[in-house]
């Protein structure tokens, strides 16, 4: 993967790449449930992660992740900075690279907010969240997660239900899901699929039913509420809820083994009911923990290249 100086979004990673990650994130995660969970990789690497927008799973995890990895981290939060006496982005981004990062981990409510630190800013970027348009690490894990329980993705149908509009998981999945083979299917009321979606190579569906017949794995969506207009695009939560939610019932409609994922923070009693995302077919929480591994790879192959990782999977580093 030499040329990888940054991960902005997973459109148009190949294949290759791909599974590369997911092949460093396995092994990644054998790291963790050592009793010494450290390895001394990346000591005297720096990695800062600029938060712009709140997080709870994302930002710990990266900060995790290059914790484990042995880089030194630091953590910007937009909220007490100095964005609010009025400094932009790009001076706030240009302080934090005067620090001398080698890996500027970056959420912003703005898409292509990451693209445009990256083509300014000399430091690797990476991508945790933009606006609605992609995550990619939030998909790797996603994948991650979908292969540690299917061995590989050829044949798997993937059902992604709810705000697709407004997902950024959505989009990033999508992309990692059809380059691995998946079929994928959306679902969502009309007004949270956009328009065009089916040129990314999924079949998109109005309705949940169609969406997750004989689905092997249900990806569950929050509504967006913070990205929503002032028009409203469903008539109530309730009815939201009861006609795309998904509960026990319409879970049966999936493959008996199917996998339940919801990238968080849930609505339970909105898009999930309780007793799916807390039963025997959900792997949320595995999702979690798969996340740091997943960031991990991310932030190993950015700081070593492809030539460290190749070192890293035939075992020499570890
Ligand atoms: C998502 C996000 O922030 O894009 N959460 C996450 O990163 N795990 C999804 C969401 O906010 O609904």
């Known amino acids: 993967m030499s040329g990888l100086s940054g991960l902005l979004g997973l459109e148009g990673v190949g294949a290759d790449t791909l599974l590369t990650l997911l092949d460093l994130?396995?092994?990644?995660?054998?790291?963790?449930?050592?009793?010494?969970?450290?390895?001394?990789?990346?000591?005297?690497?720096?990695?800062?992660?600029?938060?712009?927008?709140?997080?709870?799973?994302?930002?710990m995890s990266f900060e995790y992740a290059a914790k484990v990895l042995s880089a030194d981290v630091m953590n910007f939060s937009a909220s007490n900075s100095s964005l609010t006496k009025g400094e932009t982005l790009l001076d706030t981004a240009r302080t934090l690279e005067a620090l001398k990062p080698d890996i500027l981990v970056v959420r912003h409510g703005a898409s292509g907010a990451p693209h445009f630190l990256a083509s300014r800013l000399g430091c690797a970027v990476v991508n945790a969240g933009d606006g609605i348009h992609e995550h990619p690490t939030q998909a790797l894990l996603d994948l991650l997660t979908v292969r540690e329980h299917r061995g590989d993705f050829d044949g798997l149908a993937v059902a992604i239900i709810g705000d697709i509009a407004h997902s950024r998981v959505a989009r990033s999945a999508i992309h990692g899901f059809v380059t691995l083979g998946a079929s994928v299917r959306v679902a969502g009321p009309r007004t949270m699929l956009p328009i065009g979606i089916e040129t990314l190579g999924v079949e998109a569906f109005d309705r949940v039913e169609p969406a997750l017949e004989g689905a092997d794995v249900v990806m569950m969506l929050r509504i967006q509420r913070e990205r929503l207009g002032a028009v409203p695009l469903f008539p109530t939560l309730r009815e939201y809820s009861r006609v795309f939610g998904l509960n026990a019932d319409r879970l049966r409609l999936a493959a008996d083994d199917a996998l339940v994922m919801h990238p968080g923070p849930m609505n339970k009693g909105v898009e999930i009911a309780p007793d799916?995302?807390?039963?025997?077919?959900?792997?949320?929480?595995?999702?979690?923990?798969?996340?740091?591994?997943?960031?991990?790879?991310?932030?190993?192959?950015?700081?070593?290249?492809?030539a460290g990782a190749d070192a890293w999977l035939k075992g020499g580093l570890r």
Do not use: C, H
């Not at 994130?25 to 000591?43: F, G, H, N, Q, Y």
């Not at 923990?289 to 700081?303: D, E, F, Q």
């Open 25 to 59: 994130a396995e092994s990644m995660r054998d790291v963790l449930t050592r009793p010494i969970k450290k390895v001394p990789t990346l000591r005297g690497k720096s990695v800062i992660n600029a938060f712009f927008e709140p997080s709870t799973r994302t930002r």
């Open 276 to 306: 799916v995302a807390d039963g025997p077919w959900s792997v949320i929480l595995e999702q979690v923990t798969n996340g740091v591994a997943a960031r991990m790879a991310v932030l190993y192959l950015l700081a070593q290249g492809r």
